[in-house]
């Protein structure tokens, strides 16, 4: 098409999508012809016909298209979309499959919708371009659900890698006394406020955490018969319990047992106690 077919409402045919932008307008490109593109991620796809890309030559990461590349371009205002502007730079460069839901449903109506440009019907054009911005709108609105679900997903593998080390720094550290929230979040470089985030998602506290932790350290040491001839309040004193009184009351709570009666029982040679 060597010139851009009279705009109904919001839409126009574009011989292709031109070096400089206009900020009012975004361009949706429809492969006519396979070709290979070079996202704004840097990464090389080729793309089939029926295929989508959203551009905006305004854009220095715009997708970089090969010399054989052939396809119908739809020039679109943006005010039209019912999107912002931030959402719709969100969507710039993203290439959607034009045989898969929704990009098939969105490139067969465009594909028709080009057809019926070559001899325009000012009222049957009207018609279809109002339909056509509704699909692209919600296009749109699906490629932004999708990226903010794969966000989502991507920051709670990250949140488990993230516990996961914290809780192994935890496990190294339990008898170090000003073991505590602050140190922690300093060692890896995020708030205290993140930090408790981090724990309540997992359904506990850091503190609670903590306590438990060492709990289970001072338990395993009070069990082991060489622990015979030492203290509960020295085992207590070594993982981060210095009040004897605390730790005796705490350790019941959690065990069903003082500490002197589980070390009793773990060294008396009838057998490990178990925990209640």
Not at 35 to 51: I, M, N, Y
Not at 129 to 151: F, P
Not at 232 to 259: C, D, I, K, L, Q
Request: hydrophobic share 35%; proline share 7%.
């Amino acid at each position: 098409m060597n010139k851009p077919t009279p705009p109904y409402g919001g839409i126009a045919i574009v011989p292709a999508v031109p070096e400089e932008g206009d900020e009012e307008f975004l361009y949706l490109g429809m492969i006519v012809r396979t070709s290979a593109v070079t996202t704004r991620e840097g990464e090389q796809v080729v793309l089939e016909p029926k295929d989508l890309v959203f551009c905006d030559p305004a854009r220095r990461d715009e997708p970089q298209f090969d010399h054989d590349c052939r396809m119908t371009v739809f020039r679109i205002a943006r005010r039209h979309l019912g999107v912002s502007a931030s959402d719709l730079d969100r969507v710039l460069g993203a290439t959607v499959p034009g045989r898969e839901h929704p990009g098939a449903l969105v490139s067969d109506f465009l594909a028709a919708f080009a057809a019926e440009a070559r001899s325009p019907r000012p009222l049957i054009g009207d018609r279809l371009t109002r339909s056509a911005l509704d699909l692209v709108a919600v296009l749109v609105m699906e490629l932004l659900e999708t990226e903010t679900a794969q966000e989502a997903s991507r920051a709670e593998r990250a949140g488990h890698e993230l516990l996961s080390r914290i809780r192994a720094y935890i496990d190294r550290r339990l008898t170090e006394p000003d073991l505590s929230p602050g140190s922690i979040a300093r060692a890896h470089h995020i708030s205290v406020r993140y930090l408790h985030k981090l724990f309540q998602n997992d359904g506990t506290t850091v503190g609670r955490w903590v306590r438990q932790r060492r709990l289970d350290s001072c338990r395993r040491e009070l069990s082991r018969t060489r622990s015979r001839g030492i203290t509960v309040a020295a085992v207590a004193n070594r993982w981060g319990f210095p009040s004897p009184a605390h730790f005796s009351r705490t350790f019941r709570e959690a065990y069903g047992m003082t500490p002197s009666q589980w070390q009793a029982l773990a060294t008396s040679g009838t057998g490990s106690p178990t925990a209640h």
